[in-house]
């Protein structure tokens, strides 16, 4: 069973930092590029970041280049996002997600986590 | 940026009824579109990939259409657990999403 485990959400001041992690389990995972899409509460679907399966290849969101990290560690089955500089408008539903093809990037998200909250406040 | 724009933005439908939603998109995508389905509290569960091919799961009910730049997704007969809000997607860098399509009843 493909299991996507999100965590590192909480309340932080804005400019402060913040480190999400997604532990995996139940598939090959350094066959697969992983992404990051963030949801504000209500509202729509936001792709935030994606990394291949060797991190040979990265995007961003532009709301968010120059600010967050993706990373993955494949030995352990981990994706990261260190999120630096956090505003107000950062604040969302984190979920991890997982490519459906091994090939084609983007190519439709067959599995995600359960999301890990942002919450961006003085 | 491809930006995918979505219609109806709320579609009010009874059960057994056919739903069709719409999702055009700024420039031609091909075929590199996906429909997820989202119910409150959960997370966006695939529906259909490569705009006419049926997620592990998905009932025969579902079915996408469509290349370049204009896609439907049809539920051919509403089931009561269909309600909810689709979203459509785009692999073109950056990904995009649709701003969502609401079903209700």
């Known amino acids: 069973e493909v299991q996507l485990v999100d965590s590192g959400g909480g309340l932080v001041q804005p400019g402060r930092s913040l480190r999400l992690s997604c532990i995996t389990s139940?598939?090959?995972?350094?066959?697969?590029?992983m992404h990051w899409v963030r949801q504000v509460p209500g509202k729509g679907l936001e792709w935030v970041s994606g990394?291949?399966?060797?991190?040979?290849?990265?995007g961003y969101a532009d709301s968010v280049k120059g600010r967050f990290t993706i990373s993955r560690d494949n030995a352990k089955n981990a994706l990261y996002l260190q999120m630096n500089s956090l505003r107000t408008e950062d604040m969302a539903m984190y979920y991890c997600v997982k490519d459906r093809d091994k090939v084609i990037w983007g190519d439709g998200f067959d599995f995600w986590g359960q999301g890990t909250m942002v919450a961006v406040s003085s | 940026e491809i930006v995918l724009t979505q219609s109806p933005a709320t579609l009010s439908l009874s059960p057994g009824e056919r739903a069709t939603l719409s999702c055009r998109a700024s420039h031609s995508i091909g075929i590199y579109l996906a429909w997820y389905q989202q119910k409150p509290g959960q997370a966006p569960r695939l529906v259909i990939f490569e705009a006419s091919n049926r997620a592990t799961g998905i009932p025969t009910r579902f079915s996408g259409t469509g290349s370049g730049t204009d896609f439907t997704l049809t539920i051919s007969s509403l089931e009561p657990e269909d309600f909810a809000v689709y979203y459509c997607?785009?692999?073109?860098?950056?990904?995009?999403f649709g701003q969502g399509t609401r079903l209700e009843i």
């Open positions: 990394i291949s399966w060797n991190s040979g290849s990265i």
């Open positions: 997607q785009q692999r073109t860098s950056p990904i995009t």
């Open positions: 139940g598939f090959i995972f350094d066959d697969y590029a």
